[in-house]
């Protein structure tokens, strides 16, 4: 039990730092920068893709035995789509405003890199048990990467955080990075700083 | 069926300049960020793009609106557009592979790829969405898949003058990449002057 538990940790954790799925393995940069106007956005799609994967992960280790290897990436989409559904009818339902701001975003993770990923690469070779903590720890690094260029979209964008003023008058808001061109050069700032602290770490350790 | 040119034109301009589906809609960044870097092999994907992208706005105009709607299936949009997706990439693989070998030794490893392009998708979602009629979803779908291949064009040949130029080590590659894409995405910004209602 001791082992289970330590190698659920391992995992998880891989996919929040070593493996993130945005900065390290660039998968799902789609909805990473078209949605991540504000801080609540980018948590929102964050959470809608960790239920899919969590969902998607769940169900392709329970049935890899079943599939037959030519027809997988099928059965695997299929899979997604449903959760995707649920997903979307879930948010239409409960939160029609957030919904109304992520819009197709929230359909168009049908075919999300991240998602279909991990179906191929991880659950569809791994335990019930594995894949939960897969999808947790791939789901969570998502979160964080969009909840981070989403707040930093925002306090740069318009001076707010969740809605809320946090910098003085003084600020004048840049509008540019709540427009399409802050996406690109906020992400590209994010994995210039990850390369130059991978180098500096190499360095060290080297 | 009265055909409305302007409304077409509008049309054309907003998926190809405006609202741009790379640039300002953030959509197919995998292989923008990804294949940009030869031209012919960009000129190849974009080509393929432009042909399943139209094709599939004409094969899922008539599913949602002659079998989904009429049995109020509405929510059952994503799976079934995906499988005809999936299903029509499929078939053109088989059909190029026959009767054109060279053609399909230069997209090959594109056609499959499109499949999981959110541009292909995320038009037929559109299309249905936006209520457009059959020859509107095919102008839309076409102009998507040009504005693509433009972008990524446009993409390839400024990364290809940028191979000798003195980048520092750790803006190679990806973050350079975005920072191109960012300013181009401000050039485009200047033609949301040119929408026409």
Same mark, same amino acid.
């Given at each position: #039990?001791?082992?289970?538990?330590? $190698?659920?940790?391992?995992? =998880? #954790?891989?996919?929040? $730092?070593?493996?993130n799925p945005t900065f390290r393995l660039m998968l799902g940069l789609c909805p990473t920068l078209a949605?991540t106007?504000?801080?609540?956005?980018?948590?929102?799609?964050?959470?809608?893709?960790?239920?899919?994967?969590?969902?998607?992960?769940? &169900?392709?280790?329970?049935?890899?035995?079943?599939?037959?290897?030519?027809?997988? &990436?099928? $059965?695997?989409?299929?899979?997604?789509?449903? =959760?995707?559904?649920?997903?979307?009818?879930?948010?239409?339902?409960?939160?029609?405003?957030?919904?109304?701001?992520?819009?197709?975003?929230?359909?168009?993770?049908?075919?999300? $890199?991240? &998602?279909?990923?991990?179906?191929?690469?991880?659950?569809?070779?791994?335990?019930? =048990? #594995?894949?939960?903590?897969?999808?947790?720890? #791939?789901?969570?690094?998502?979160?964080?990467a969009t909840?981070l260029i989403?707040?930093i979209r925002?306090?740069?964008?318009?001076?707010?955080?969740?809605?809320?003023?946090? &910098?003085?008058? =003084?600020?004048?808001?840049?509008?540019a990075m709540?427009l399409p061109p802050g996406a690109f050069f906020t992400i590209a700032v994010l994995m210039a700083l990850m390369n130059k602290?991978?180098?500096?770490?190499?360095?060290?350790?080297? | 069926?009265?055909?409305?040119?302007?409304?077409?034109?509008?049309?054309?301009?907003? *998926?190809?300049?405006?609202?741009n589906?790379v640039l300002s809609r953030f959509l197919g960044l995998c292989p923008f960020i990804g294949i940009s870097k030869?031209?012919?092999?960009?000129?190849?994907?974009?080509?393929?793009? @432009?042909?399943?992208?139209?094709?599939?706005?004409?094969? @899922?105009?008539?599913?949602?609106?002659?079998?989904?709607?009429?049995?109020?299936?509405?929510?059952?949009?994503?799976? @079934?557009?995906?499988?005809?997706?999936?299903?029509?990439?499929?078939?053109?693989?088989?059909?190029?592979?026959?009767?054109?070998?060279?053609?399909?030794?230069?997209?090959?490893?594109?056609?499959?790829?499109? @499949?999981?392009?959110?541009?292909?998708?995320?038009?037929?979602?559109?299309? *249905?969405?936006?209520?457009?009629?059959?020859?509107?979803?095919?102008?839309?779908?076409?102009? *998507?898949?040009?504005?693509? *291949?433009?972008a990524l064009?446009l993409m390839t040949?400024i990364r290809?003058?940028l191979?000798?130029a003195?980048i520092p080590e750790f803006m190679k590659g990806a973050p350079i990449a975005f920072i191109i894409a960012g300013l181009m995405s401000f050039a485009f910004?200047?033609?949301?002057?040119?929408?026409?209602?």
């Amino acid at each position: #039990m001791k082992e289970k538990i330590a $190698c659920f940790q391992k995992c =998880f #954790m891989s996919g929040v $730092c070593a493996e993130n799925p945005t900065f390290r393995l660039m998968l799902g940069l789609c909805p990473t920068l078209a949605v991540t106007v504000t801080a609540e956005n980018g948590i929102g799609i964050g959470l809608a893709a960790t239920f899919v994967l969590l969902g998607s992960n769940i &169900i392709v280790s329970l049935i890899k035995d079943f599939i037959p290897a030519e027809v997988r &990436i099928p $059965c695997y989409i299929l899979v997604i789509a449903t =959760f995707v559904t649920i997903t979307k009818l879930v948010l239409q339902a409960y939160l029609p405003m957030l919904y109304s701001r992520l819009g197709l975003f929230v359909d168009i993770m049908v075919v999300n $890199c991240i &998602i279909l990923g991990r179906a191929e690469a991880f659950a569809s070779k791994n335990t019930v =048990f #594995m894949s939960i903590a897969d999808a947790l720890g #791939m789901g969570i690094g998502f979160t964080l990467a969009t909840g981070l260029i989403g707040s930093i979209r925002e306090i740069l964008g318009s001076g707010k955080w969740f809605g809320i003023p946090v &910098i003085g008058e =003084f600020f004048n808001p840049a509008i540019a990075m709540i427009l399409p061109p802050g996406a690109f050069f906020t992400i590209a700032v994010l994995m210039a700083l990850m390369n130059k602290m991978n180098t500096l770490k190499k360095v060290k350790t080297g | 069926m009265d055909i409305n040119i302007a409304r077409l034109a509008g049309i054309v301009i907003s *998926a190809v300049f405006v609202n741009n589906f790379v640039l300002s809609r953030f959509l197919g960044l995998c292989p923008f960020i990804g294949i940009s870097k030869k031209l012919d092999v960009a000129l190849g994907m974009g080509i393929s793009m @432009t042909f399943v992208v139209t094709m599939s706005s004409m094969l @899922t105009w008539p599913i949602y609106h002659f079998v989904l709607i009429p049995h109020n299936l509405q929510y059952l949009n994503i799976i @079934t557009f995906i499988l005809v997706i999936a299903c029509f990439v499929q078939l053109v693989e088989v059909f190029v592979r026959k009767f054109n070998p060279v053609l399909y030794k230069a997209l090959g490893i594109y056609l499959p790829l499109i @499949t999981c392009n959110c541009v292909v998708l995320f038009v037929t979602l559109l299309n *249905a969405q936006n209520e457009l009629s059959f020859l509107e979803s095919t102008v839309q779908g076409f102009s *998507a898949g040009v504005g693509f *291949a433009m972008a990524l064009i446009l993409m390839t040949s400024i990364r290809e003058r940028l191979a000798g130029a003195p980048i520092p080590e750790f803006m190679k590659g990806a973050p350079i990449a975005f920072i191109i894409a960012g300013l181009m995405s401000f050039a485009f910004l200047g033609f949301s002057g040119l929408m026409v209602e």
